[in-house]
């Protein structure tokens, strides 16, 4: 049998990569020594988690995929990284798929990794466990198509028998894996949104919406979770400040179940190594009828975002 394609290796190694990484969040929320620093603010906050995490990830996928572009939302050295934080697994389950055929011929300098080793800081520093995420996106050609997204801290409400964290993945053209595919009650325009960077715009565009319930939570890799599991049935963020990172590997998976994730304005957003992080025209994302909300965003809300 032929090796597996470069792309599912990845995958297959992002999946374990991201499930190490759950065990170091959930390590160093047990030593209660949270190390926590500002970086633009109070409500931009970096851990000793996401510093770790960050370090294990891109190093562990570094060394197995050297000509990989791997861009990490923390500014850290890469070169004193420890033994213990290598993960060098993989999961065969992931291997035994076969590649889409648009994906077989990608060699390492074509894909771009997009890390955000810990998404829902602020929620992990005030004990909001479930709203926190590890995001591994894989893009190819500008596109995510690839994506890990693991939650250290699922089930962690359910009781003592319960398997704590959970890791979700998905490819373009196979699907995506780990969760039970729902859809939103039908009828019901529920919008989850942010619950630590609202804005009088974030409200404007939300009230022209006219939803019957608003969740306000942390996270981008969560939020989609709740599409992707029927919670909500659109995403909406009118604001900048979320980043390549934070929508990269959500994106993959939304967009291997057929979701739909843009810009305010209905831009796609673009995942080469060049690009600017900052998604600066804020989020709109669905599992299904886009059209419904991206048709009633007001002209007002979208002209005060530039992309």
Known sequence: ???????????ASAYSVAEKAATIVRNVMSTGDLGIV?????????TKADRLVQMSICASLARKFPKVTIIGEEDLPTDDVTEELIEDGHCEEI????CPA????????????WVDPL????EYTEGLLDHVTVLIGIAYGGKAIAGVINQPYYNYEAGAGAVLGRTIWGVLGIG?????LTEAPAGKHIIVTTRSHSSALVNECISALNPDTVIRAGGAGNKVIQLIEGKASAYVFASPGCKKWDTCAPEAILHAV???????RGNSFQYNKEVKHMNSAGVLATLRN???????IPNTVKESLVP
């Open 258 to 264: 057929g979701g739909k994730i843009t810009d305010i």
């Open 119 to 122: 998404d829902g800081t602020k």
């Open 95 to 98: 291997l035994k798929k076969p």
């Open 38 to 46: 500002e970086k633009a603010g109070p409500n931009d906050l970096q």
């Open 102 to 113: 648009q994906y077989t011929g990608i060699k390492e300098e074509e894909l771009v990794i």
């Open 1 to 11: 049998m032929a090796s597996p394609a470069l792309l599912m290796r990845v995958v």
């Open 290 to 296: 886009y059209d419904y909300y991206a048709s009633r």
């Open 176 to 180: 995506a894996f780990g969760f039970q």
